[in-house]
């Protein structure tokens, strides 16, 4: 089963290298990872999401917990929470293909974010399986190029992952 | 106060109350060595920065302390990567000092640079790349609170040329904040009583010790509970001497070259209890039939080490010293004369296969048998040397044939499996402990691997006796191709067959004597102890013999082989 996880890091140099290194070796599978900087200016947030059975999630969790920079580990996946993935999305239009790509795009409320006379960029934010969908759609347009993050996860619990217990 | 930052860090290892540093000096750590110079602090030179790891890893197994290592940067820091490796696999508490090139060279493939910390990261406990000079206080305060605390590991601290000549107000802070490292001392209440519970339906426990118990210092815990519950007890490699080999609840090893009364009463206990071990493969054998009949319980300081290897039933984590505290209170009320009576039965079924069957070898009188040369050190040594050991099969004949009774007296590289440990190992634990007699059992493949440090020794004339027992070929490497490669010897045997140990000694100014029949084994002995510097012995021992019983890779603990036929 796929994990979402919270990993709250100090703000180092390095520190994201060590964090996927030590999943690598440990040959757990990564199946995303996205990190940035939070409300605190020396605490950097990593989401990881990886596959595994219960034991692989409790190994992943306590070897990480191991590093000295991990500041605590959620797991997201059992709570309420929103996810999300950006997506820019390079797709073939044409003046005769364009007004079809602008339908689909309000469809899935993404954005256009470009255009030229050959192609458009569409930016989508959204659940990972939304962003499939949309990509599905663009195919029969022809996709030049695709860039996708890894999820960010946010608990829509109050409180904030830093001060749970 | 104003110094520079090479002084800071000799004055901060001077905080730490460091007495002996290992090392080998190059352009990086000039500045530190020129510090060095004016300190009290004791540094001894190895002749490679592997021996001076190796030997900052034997100090540290022989106390408990940090031992203190420093190399300079590119080479002298990659030369350190086995040693660090090692300790990091046997949770040895460590801290590493490598000189960088300068801040502004760095990352520019300048003379002797190396990305240290980026090599040492998967073999470390935790490392450091020292930019500001401001915070070398800090940080060599951490790395020592690091190493020691905890599951206890190796630290670097890597230092640029010029953090070194910069000139800093040095404060050696008091207070350690670091949010992601709190260690759990004292653990649950609960989960000590659930095993209490446990071990009340128990009918046939078995308690399994491992280094954590050494490293925690809860031997004499461990000895409580056995004298006064009677549970019988196994250990791995790296527990043994936690429990003297001759109590009698004592089975001795486990795994794959384990006594046959420890691998059956593995298979047929019903409640394991793991005390500081990590269920490593050589212990368990194949893991689907690791402990069929049992529940398994585990303690340690590490939370990862639980369901790593072994699913367990039970879990406390926590220090040994507060878990097994706690235990023995909970036990108190819980076992009662019932189940008392079981369990006596149970020691009583566990020693009687124990003395069924005994670990044994065909002694001769025409070749000299490895076993005999063991258990004849251990005779003359009284079961009371600090015995080191490099790897391969003297390493686990002395495991089997000398008789450890102390805590921290086999000191030797049992994770890492490191051949070239035992001598500059020694070294560590001779100045660490100058008072001991300490004994090195090495095979010929391992002494050549860092031969060097017989330099060290005689330098600093450490009384330490070296057996090397001599089969003039990588003995373990041949004993698996012996018996699982059709007998191909490939590359396994020293065909030069030339090299003369007594020689060898002797040109670095050392004592070599020889023994090359059975019957000058006693005497050879009996010569190397009298003499008070450092004295080599080779062996010239029958190269045929295997280490048995032996538990295949990946076969169940009651597959053990315990002859050999051809």
Known sequence: ?165 | MKMTGAQAVVNSLQKEGVEVIFGYPGGGVLPLYDALYDSPLRHVLTRHEQGAAHAADGYARATGKVGVVIATSGPGATNLITGIATANMDSVPMVCITGQVGLSIIGKDSFQEADITGITTPITKHNYLVKNPKDLPRILREAFHIAQTGRPGPVVIDIPKDVFTATIDYDYPEEIVLRGYKPLYEGKKKEIDEVAKALQKAKKPLLFVGGGVISSEATDLVRTIVDQYKIPLISSFMGLGAIEAKDPCNLGMVGMHGTVAANMAVMDCDLLVGLGVRFDDRVTGLLAKFAPKAQIVHFDIDPAEVNKNVSTQYRVIGHLRWSLQSLLESLEHKIDTKVQADWTLWLQQVQKWHQENPLTFKNSEKVIKPQYVLQELDRQTKSNAIVVTDVGQHQMWTAQYYGFHRPRTLISSGGLGTMGFGLPAAIGVQMACPQENVLLVTGDGSLLMNCQEIATIVEHQLPIKVAIVNNHALGMVRQWQRMFFQQRYSHSTFHNGGTDYVRLAEAFGAKGLRATTPEEVPQVIAKALEIEGPVFIDFQVCSEENVLPMVPAGASLDQMIEGVVD
């Open chain 1, 1 to 165: 089963m796929r994990h979402t996880l919270a990993v709250l890091v100090e703000n180092r140099p390095g520190v994201l290298v060590h964090v996927s290194g030590l999943i690598a070796r440990r040959a757990f599978n990564i199946e995303s990872i996205s990190a940035g900087h939070t409300e605190e200016p020396d605490m950097t947030r990593i989401t990881i999401v990886v596959d595994g059975d219960e034991r692989n999630i409790e190994q992943v969790v306590t070897q990480l917990s191991k590093l000295i920079d991990v500041i605590k580990i959620i797991d997201l996946t059992e709570e309420a929470s929103i996810e999300r993935e950006l997506a820019l999305i390079k797709v073939k239009a044409t003046p005769e293909t364009r007004s079809d790509i602008v339908d689909i795009v309000e469809i899935f409320r993404a954005k256009i974010v470009d255009i030229n006379r050959e192609t458009m960029v569409i930016e989508l934010t959204g659940e990972e399986r939304k962003i499939d969908a949309l990509c599905q759609v663009l195919q029969d347009h022809g996709i030049v190029e695709l860039v996708r993050t890894g999820k960010i996860a946010l608990s829509r619990n109050p409180g904030a992952a830093k001060n749970k217990e």
